[in-house]
């Protein structure tokens, strides 16, 4: 029997990926996942790893982790009994930076080096974070302090309830010496670096977990569906918590809510026009629209205001709507009008806008009979392109 993964435990979930940054010291990987399978509470088994480095950490990865000659990957799974765990490093999910000209670096020392990690852990964290039966765990203990930086800052971006950041703290001597990977089994006696000797068993392994803000939910659907640079989606995020703007333009029939277009059918924009229009002219009190007794007019003169709408559909519209005010069932075919429009409304600023689309859609106040639908914006915060 199947059962729903907990969020609270990420561990829960049947694809389990472990991000991680790394440098030129490999060891740091093992030692977060022994950490992170060594757990008491909630331990956290991947089923895939995957490594954002260089050139030289890759080849430093590939021979320490994965070579069958040392293998330390393979012998943290057998030491300490862990089926599988190797096998969530092949030589593919080892994900090396490559600069602007398709070379792979072997260091970060420059701006260019530093927008091309950028992209690449957002394109990686993205993709994962698309996928609901994942949880991430996100390790920043590796590589330059701007990998770690920018991997924390890719998660807070992206990340669900599910997905967790940390850090690994290993105390001395044994942080980055060349021979600790993990503490083994059975300990062993290494010598540091003025050659005196230490024994494993005296090494303290912490995962320190990093509390971080998830911005996932405010920000629009194509953010993050999308493949835009790491940049361009920091710039697309700061616009959702700038103030609060809407722009109408009825030459396109085009939304532009904190400078993220929303394209609109014309007589779905028309509806909003009106709305606004009728915030702006009467005032938060008075705007509200009541679709059972407002004179639809107005909405008229919002739909003819559109460019490109030919004054044949202007006119079948028209007859349209003094057709159903002379209906017996008038209240009943205007309502059907009203909410198909409202509701495809919502749905395409929802689609655009994602969570800020609630700032933005039209809202239903009061009860069944008596309600009117207005807009949550002040009428300074309107602007029209007619």
């Known amino acids: 029997m199947n059962t729903i993964p907990d969020p609270q435990v990420p561990g829960s979930f049947p694809r389990r990926i472990l991000v991680a940054t790394m440098g030129l010291a490999p060891q740091v990987l093992t030692e977060t996942l022994f950490c992170l399978v060594k757990r008491s509470e909630a331990p956290f088994v991947p089923t895939e790893i995957h490594v954002i480095t260089t050139q030289e950490g890759a080849h430093r990865a590939r021979l320490t982790l994965i070579d069958p ?77 701007t990998m770690g ?89 700061q616009l959702v918590f700038a103030a609060r703007e809407m722009v109408l333009d009825s030459s396109r029939s085009m939304l532009t809510c904190q400078g993220i277009e ?14 606004a229009r009728r915030l702006v002219e009467n005032g938060p009190e008075e705007g509200a629209l009541r679709w059972d007794r407002d004179d639809w007019s107005g909405y008229m003169l919002e739909y003819e205001r559109i460019r490109g709408v030919r004054p044949e559909q202007i006119a079948r519209l028209g007859r349209r709507l003094r057709k159903e005010l002379s209906s017996r069932n008038v209240l009943e075919d205007r309502e059907n009008f009203f909410h198909e429009h409202l509701s495809r409304l919502r749905r395409k600023m929802s689609d655009s806008l994602g969570e800020l689309g609630h700032r933005y859609a039209p809202a239903t106040r009061g009860f069944r009979g008596n309600s009117r639908v207005e807009l949550l914006l002040q009428p300074d915060e309107l602007t029209f392109l007619d």
């Open 69 to 145: 000659a040392v293998a330390k990957l393979k012998a943290l799974e057998l030491e300490h009994d862990i089926p599988g765990l190797s096998t969530g490093l092949p030589v593919e999910n080892i994900h090396v930076i490559a600069g602007s000209g398709g070379q792979f670096l072997d260091d970060i020392d420059c701006a260019e080096d530093n927008s091309a990690t950028a992209d690449l852990i957002t394109e990686l964290v993205r993709k994962f974070a698309q996928d609901p039966d994942c949880a991430m765990h996100v390790s920043i203990a590796g590589g330059r302090k």
């Open 149 to 237: 930086f920018l991997l924390g800052y890719a998660i807070s971006l992206f990340g669900r309830h599910q997905d967790r950041l940390s850090h690994v703290l290993v105390s001395r001597p044994f942080q980055e010496h060349p021979n600790f990977f993990f503490p083994p089994a059975v300990p062993v006696v290494l010598h540091d670096r003025q050659n005196r000797p230490v024994s494993t068993s005296d090494a303290n392994l912490i995962l320190a977990d990093i509390p971080f803000v998830r911005l996932r939910g405010h920000l629009p659907r194509p953010l993050l569906d999308g493949d835009n640079s790491y940049s361009e989606t920091v710039k697309q995020a």
């Open 262 to 275: 929303v394209p609109l059918p014309p007589q779905t924009f028309a509806l909003m026009a009106w709305l």
